[in-house]
């Protein structure tokens, strides 16, 4: 059947890339100068890119492992994977409740983050990542089916979806999916467009494409031009057509670049260290997501920081050495057969 094999180095590598430019992100945020113009535009861009950029990963990696199947045989994993993303969200959000606003035990609030009625703060990704798993379950006829016309379909609903009345969505679970200006959630719908996307992409083997390349380059330019003259981004939460567009290009470079890398080291005797690093990030990259939240939210709990560019740097270098010496230890351990997360 199409898209019988599941493994993709350069999605692989695709993702460790934006894994690592999330945490740099949140180290600024949480450790940097955010109001400096160069650190808020380091963040700015990667904010732009990281979210959509996952969800087209998801896509990609999600036809080839459920999508290209039956339903009856990919179903339970489909489920699992949801629930596995949605406990991180848990841990995460508990995380955040805990150590950086301080907040007192309480059974209510436990209750409140697991009936996603309150989101962890830099948590809400995960969520949102569980229940896009939870749409392709849904609409799972329409996915592994579609081709460049559905795409075109999804693509239309994903941006009007971005017109609805955002001050009328006052329920938390209803926010996860449309957005609303009382929480603050990365909508699944408006977003499902780069799902779609990734589908498509790796349904057909597409790679670089001229008319591809020129195509999502004309989509972002608005988003590009409006930051030029603004000075500032446009509407994030909840998001604008020009938010969701905005990144449309720099995904796609990324997915070229990965894939001209795998390339050229398939090609040679020697990978490069750098590149198989990058590869090993993002083949675990919830728990990099997860583990690097967790680490930043008790730091910033702590008096052992200060707020300077130079400490976020040092965070971040640091972050990842345990990170990866954790990885390390796990794969030690398991002789090297063990994925964190597939």
């Known amino acids: 059947m199409e898209g019988e094999k599941k493994y993709s180095a350069e999605m692989d590598l695709f993702k460790g890339i934006l894994v690592l430019l999330m ?49 009856q045989i990919v179903w339970k994993k489909m489920l699992v994977n949801a629930l596995r993303t949605l406990f991180a969200f848990y841990l995460s959000s508990i995380a955040y409740f805990a150590f950086v606003e301080d907040k007192i035990f309480r059974m209510d609030l436990i209750r409140d983050v697991i009936s996603i009625r309150q ?17 392709g379950l849904v609409m799972f006829p329409v996915f592994n089916r579609l081709n460049y016309y559905g795409f075109m379909v999804i693509a239309v609903i994903s941006l009007a979806a971005c017109f609805i009345p955002y001050h009328k969505i006052t329920i938390p679970q209803a926010a996860l999916f449309l957005g609303s200006y009382d929480y603050i ?17 790796s349904k057909y083997g597409l790679k670089f494409n001229k008319y591809l390349f020129a195509g999502t380059f004309l989509i972002s330019l608005p988003t590009v031009v409006y930051f030029i003259r603004k ?3 446009p509407e994030r939460f909840p998001p604008s057509v020009l938010y969701v567009i905005g990144g449309a290009f720099f995904i796609y470079f990324y997915y070229v670049l990965c894939c001209f890398a795998v390339k050229k080291i398939g090609k040679s005797k020697m990978p490069l260290y750098s590149i198989n690093y ?23 709990g702590s008096a052992f920081w200060y707020k300077d560019f130079r400490f976020a ?10 990170l990866n010496y954790i990885v390390y230890l796990i794969y030690k351990n398991k002789n090297s057969s063990y994925h964190i997360n597939n």
């Open 278 to 300: 990058v590869k090993k990030v993002g083949t675990n990259s919830l728990f990099y997501l997860l583990i690097s939240n967790i680490f930043i939210f008790s730091f910033k």
């Open 231 to 233: 000075q500032m981004m």
């Open 23 to 71: 945490i740099f992100a949140h180290c600024i945020q949480f450790f940097g100068e955010e109001e400096k113009i160069y650190q808020g535009n380091i963040v700015n861009y990667i904010n732009l890119t990281t979210f959509p950029g996952f969800l087209f990963a998801y896509g990609f990696v999600c036809y080839r492992a459920y999508f290209a199947k039956h339903f």
């Open 313 to 322: 740097l040092g965070f971040y270098v640091f972050l990842l050495f345990v």
């Open 119 to 135: 989101f962890g703060g830099w948590s809400e990704f995960l969520v949102s990542f569980s229940a896009v798993i939870i749409i």
């Open 185 to 201: 959630t990365f909508p699944v719908i408006q977003y499902l467009v780069y799902f779609a996307a990734g589908i498509v992409i």
